[in-house]
């Protein structure tokens, strides 16, 4: 998994960040805010400061509705669906071919260390691109026979939803920026995104990209800036038809407060605090790695992050100490190392937060099976951490940490499918869950009463763009990805002719 980098590229790197302050992609055109306002963006694994960017408000974002408004009625309208199709594949190639460019940049950004900066950032945007690219000439309606009297000609028209406002977290920037601007384009939406304050840069690179690879103007505009004024006046703009977002459940709610004032169709990907089931017949090889790295990977920060662990009494022990045991030997540390395996967290308000709920853990009577505590004086990093013995009503077992703090309990022969449903069932939310056992039916079973958006069966990994993405309960509305998050930026109308 070793990815050296070029320090040639990351000294340019450095260079053209610092030169001057990073500008709003707008019409096709790059301005400063209209304010004049900019923020800096800093580096987590050190806390340097890595450029300066443009702080987007109301004005600006009234500025890029409207050119995606111009460019929606005008020329994307008028561009073909294998148009589209060749246009996403073309800017899947372009991010390909930059690929250490970026993978260097998001590290630098987010904190992701450089081994996994490559595939899971470059890797999965390159992957939203060219998934979604094909869904641009498959989207179609259907025809059906209606009971009124007469002889009609009934049929449906997928149309695109308009322009859609595009709010991105910073855990995995460039790839979920990807993951929202390819369906929307291939269903022939237009386009105005802002990236993280955390984590604008390598969104501002992918603009210059989209510019490159022939998309026209004011299809995609890139506007960097805070959630309460950027993301604020994007949610409520009257002349956006459509918001997406991912995020905090906290922040969801003010989006669906905001899109009411013109019923914007809205889709929310929020938090999770997903359970992993160990059964006593699991392939332990798998399992215990599995549930290791479901929390640890990227600190924690994922929303599907396995969060919660039930382990069968009989394979408690062997589990939990192969849990601890790699949360002792997983390599923390600078994300240019490329022996790293776990970054920091993305600023000093999140390592605030997950150490504050490792504080609150020990204060409610969970004890510390590992780790549970901020490594060093700077840089957000903090231990990969385990605790056992936390309540069913324990806030650590309930709410979203977004670090990497895992909850273990035991469950035993006693639990039958439908009382461990309820382990699973027990918080707000139902995003994620894993399950591990050589028994089918029961996986099957299991998998059926977990009320989740998704349910994974002996075996690890991430987001694959062909699966629906999404929550049932309050880890949001909609899905995003597979088919249905293809259709989701379509509206559907009826057509019905009396012959
Ligand atoms: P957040 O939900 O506030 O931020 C996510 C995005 O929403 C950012 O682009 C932000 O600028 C924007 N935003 C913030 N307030 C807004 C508003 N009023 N209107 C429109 N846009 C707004 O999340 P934050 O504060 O960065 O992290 C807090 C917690 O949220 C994390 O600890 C984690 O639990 C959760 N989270 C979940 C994510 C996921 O992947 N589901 C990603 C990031 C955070
Ligand atoms: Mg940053």
Redesign the pocket.
């Known amino acids: 998994m070793n990815a050296p980098y070029d320090a040639g590229l990351l000294e340019r790197i450095r260079k053209d960040l610092s030169s001057e302050p990073k500008k709003l992609f707008i019409d096709g055109e790059w301005a400063g805010a209209k304010s004049g306002e900019t923020f800096e963006t800093k580096d987590p694994a050190t806390g340097d400061v890595l450029a300066e960017v443009a702080s987007a408000g109301a004005e600006d974002v009234d500025l890029a509705v409207r050119a995606a408004r111009k460019a929606f009625e005008g020329v994307w309208r008028q561009t073909k669906p294998d148009e589209r199709t060749r246009l996403l594949l073309k800017l899947a190639d372009l991010v390909e071919q930059n690929g250490a460019e970026l993978a260097l940049m998001e590290t630098l950004d987010v904190g992701r260390p450089i081994a996994f900066s490559r595939f899971a950032d470059v890797g999965g945007a390159i992957g939203q691109a060219r998934y979604h690219a094909g869904w641009a000439t498959k989207l179609y309606g259907e025809t059906t026979e209606v009971s009124a009297p007469g002889e009609w000609l009934s049929y449906t028209l997928r149309e695109p939803v308009g322009v859609c406002g595009q709010?991105?977290?910073?855990?995995f920037p460039l790839a979920m920026a990807m993951g929202k601007i390819a369906p929307a384009l291939a269903a022939g939406c237009t386009v105005v995104l802002?990236?993280?304050?955390q984590t604008p840069l390598t969104t501002i690179r992918l603009a210059e990209l989209i510019a490159e690879a022939g998309i026209p103007d004011g299809v995609v505009n890139i506007l960097t800036g805070?959630?309460?004024t950027a993301?604020?006046a994007?949610?409520a703009h009257p002349d956006i038809d459509k918001v997406a977002?991912?995020?905090?459940t906290q922040?969801g709610r003010?989006?669906i407060d905001?899109a009411k004032v013109n019923f914007k169709r809205v889709q929310l990907?929020?938090?999770g605090k997903s359970p992993t089931f160990v059964f006593d017949d699991a392939n332990l090889e798998k399992a215990i790695p599995a549930a290791a790295m479901s929390i640890f990977f990227n600190a924690g920060q994922v929303?599907a992050a396995g969060s919660r662990l039930f382990v069968h009494e009989k394979v408690a022990d062997k589990v939990l100490e192969g849990v601890a045991g790699m949360a002792k030997m997983l390599k923390v540390g600078g994300t240019l190392d490329p022996e790293t395996q776990i970054g920091p967290l993305v600023s000093p308000e999140?390592l605030e937060?997950v150490t504050g709920y490792i504080d609150l853990g020990k204060q409610e009577g969970a004890s510390v099976l590992v780790g549970g505590n901020r490594i060093g004086e700077s840089g957000n990093f903090v231990e990969p951490t385990v605790l056992l013995e936390t309540g069913p009503e324990a806030r650590v077992r309930q709410e979203?940490i977004?670090g990497p703090v895992l909850c273990a309990m035991r469950f035993s022969d006693d639990d039958d499918i439908d009382r461990l449903a309820q382990f699973g069932n027990e918080t707000e939310y139902g995003l994620s869950a894993s399950i591990f056992t050589s028994d089918i039916s029961r996986a099957h079973k299991l998998a059926r009463r977990l009320r989740s958006g998704s349910v994974r069966v002996n075996g690890s990994g991430g987001v694959d763009p062909a699966l629906p993405l999404g929550g049932f309960k309050s880890s949001g509305w909609g899905r995003e990805n597979g088919k249905a998050g293809a259709e989701a930026y379509t509206e559907l109308k009826a057509v019905t002719v009396e012959l």
């Open positions: 709010i991105v977290p910073w855990n802002k990236p993280a304050e805070f959630g309460r993301g604020a994007l949610a977002f991912t995020g905090s922040t003010a989006i905001a990907e929020l938090g929303c999140q937060r979203e977004f």
